[in-house]
């Protein structure tokens, strides 16, 4: 089970291979892995929002994604977790958040990291803010979906 | 001997400053936390609050030594329409 | 979209990397990649099984993977999707497939990555034979979940 | 002018042969497309039947040109028990 919460961009894909490259022992136990995600994107809709500043309360942070982690622990048979969660300056196609979960069987590998995305999103303090130029606007609400 | 009380995001900005620290006797609750730290300004409706990083209700329990924290909903992760 | 049936192991996190590499036009448009990757696991009930051969029938499983993703694309709005699967002879640890939707919204990717991996499961056809020295056993049957 | 019928996985062992090549005029559906390939043989329960790469049933009409394959329950992907 890995947490870490990264001031700068990283690379969802590589993140994943040294993951597994540094956990041997889950070599050969797990037959599925879900993956999730998150990632900035483009503000077509007319506005010119360059980057988003992510805020957060690290503390809290910690403490919440690893309480996430476990609970889904002991609702699911998982192997391991890894979040990953940005803060700081975000550009567009920047990875925000980055969910995987390694276990036994798709069956609990699915909803797992459903579960996961979806509490982070409602429990977990962070807060984005649009810069656009000189201006800058908090985001007020996570949509559902 | 002191309550730390921390502000995030908007809220931050409202109040003006992102952290008070308090003497434990202004404030046996979250609730009497704010109104000591901001002047008895008004809390916003949606604000939440975490008491030593759990979160709590208005009239939950503050003691010396404890951190709380108030914020607007949060906004992480990805995947969704940030507009 | 894309389809790749592959004889060889592969890393599934290189490919995610590199299809994303090579299809810059995604770049900013999707919040949300779903990611389903199923690898062989050790067989440890005390059975020797050392490797697999995944026989396939090559033809039908390029259309049929093709008429998955398609129906995925019309049941969700998907943006991207790259289906990867191994035939040939298959180790412990070896990624067997590979399942990646990319979309604005993570209540598309989701379903469609679910989608993609039962649908595969039910009807591509793809049959497992495990080798244990000079015996070899067809799998009969794959479990639900 | 011809029919190509294939077989794979165990059932290709079973009949013991990877491929065969009909006459037309042997088979007017599958099922007759598996008589004549196999001189006769009783089609296993559980056998899928897929003509020119779509599934079909035993009675799907078969013609000069066509493909017709017969193999057991699929097992591909991955994520589960093998045993």
Same mark, same amino acid.
């Given at each position: ?14 993140? %994943? @291979? ?6 041997? @022992? ?38 919440? %994604?690893?309480?996430? $982690? ?28 980055? %969910? $995987?979960?390694?276990?036994? /069987? ?34 007020? /609400?996570?949509?559902?979906? | ?83």
């Amino acid at each position: 089970m890995s947490i870490k919460l990264l001031g700068e961009a990283f690379d969802p894909w590589r993140e %994943l @291979q040294r993951h597994q490259a540094g956990n041997p @022992q889950l070599a050969g136990k797990y037959g599925a892995t879900s993956v999730f995600v998150g990632t900035m994107r483009d503000f077509n809709d007319g506005a010119d929002v360059e980057r988003m500043v992510l805020e957060h309360y690290p503390a809290m942070t910690q403490k919440h %994604l690893q309480a996430i $982690a476990t609970e889904a622990r002991s609702r699911w048979e998982i192997l391991d977790t890894l979040i990953i969660h940005r803060f700081g300056e975000i550009h567009p196609n920047d990875a925000i958040v980055l %969910l $995987a979960v390694w276990s036994a /069987h798709r069956r609990a590998s699915f909803p797992a990291c459903r579960y996961l995305i979806e509490e982070l999103k409602s429990r977990a303090p962070f807060w984005k803010q649009e810069i656009s130029g000189e201006d800058a606007r908090w985001v007020t /609400h996570n949509t559902p979906g | 001997m002191s309550i730390t009380v921390k502000f995030f995001a908007s809220l931050r900005e409202t109040v003006g400053k992102d952290e008070a620290i308090l003497d434990p006797a202004r404030a046996q609750t979250a609730q009497q936390a704010w109104e000591a730290a901001t002047d008895g300004r008004e809390m916003p409706a949606n604000t939440l609050i975490a008491v030593n990083m759990e979160y709590a209700g208005a009239d939950a329990a503050v003691t010396d030594g404890d951190e709380v924290a108030f914020f607007p909903p949060v906004t992480g992760g990805g995947g969704d329409v940030l507009r």
